[in-house]
Nanobody
Framework: QVQLVESGGGLVQAGGSLRLSCAAS????????MGWFRQAPGKERDFVAA????????YYTDSVKGRFTISRDNAKNTVYLQMNSLKPEDTAVYYC????????????????WGQGTQVTISS
C-alpha cells in the first residue's frame, strides 16, 4: 500500500512558478512509476507528466513541454513537478499517482492517488 500526499499548490499570477511535491509512504516507492495529472472544473482528468521508477525517463503532455519538469528523489520518497511560465489554462487540481502503468499517460493504469492540490493561475 502506498499513500500519497501532494503539497505546493496555490495562487500565482500568469508567468509565475510553483513547485508541487508528492510525498509517498511505503518502502516500495522506488519501484513505482509516478505521474502527475490535473483536472479543471467541468473537465476530465488529464495527464500532465510522468517519470519512470529510476527517474531515467520522463514524459510530458505537449502543452507543458518546456515549462514543466518532473523529477523524483527516491531517498526522500518524493516526486516533484516544477511548473514555470504558468498560464491561466494551467488552473486545475493537480494529482500525483503511483503505479506500474503500461501506458504512463493513462490514469486508469495507476494504482494509488493522492488527494490533490489546487493550482490557480490569475491573468
Amino acid at each position: 500500500q502506498v499513500q500519497l500526499v501532494e503539497s505546493g499548490g496555490g495562487l500565482v499570477q500568469a508567468g509565475g512558478s510553483l513547485r508541487l511535491s508528492c510525498a509517498a509512504s511505503g518502502r516500495t516507492f522506488s519501484s513505482y512509476a509516478m505521474g502527475w495529472f490535473r483536472q479543471a472544473p467541468g473537465k476530465e482528468r488529464d495527464f500532465v507528466a510522468a517519470i519512470s521508477w529510476s527517474g531515467g525517463n520522463t514524459y510530458y503532455t505537449d502543452s507543458v513541454k518546456g515549462r514543466f519538469t518532473i523529477s523524483r528523489d527516491n531517498a526522500k520518497n518524493t516526486v516533484y513537478l516544477q511548473m514555470n511560465s504558468l498560464k491561466p489554462e494551467d488552473t486545475a487540481v493537480y494529482y500525483c499517482a503511483a503505479g506500474r502503468p503500461g501506458d504512463k499517460r493513462k490514469g486508469y493504469e495507476y494504482d494509488y492517488w493522492g488527494q490533490g492540490t489546487q493550482v490557480t493561475i490569475s491573468s
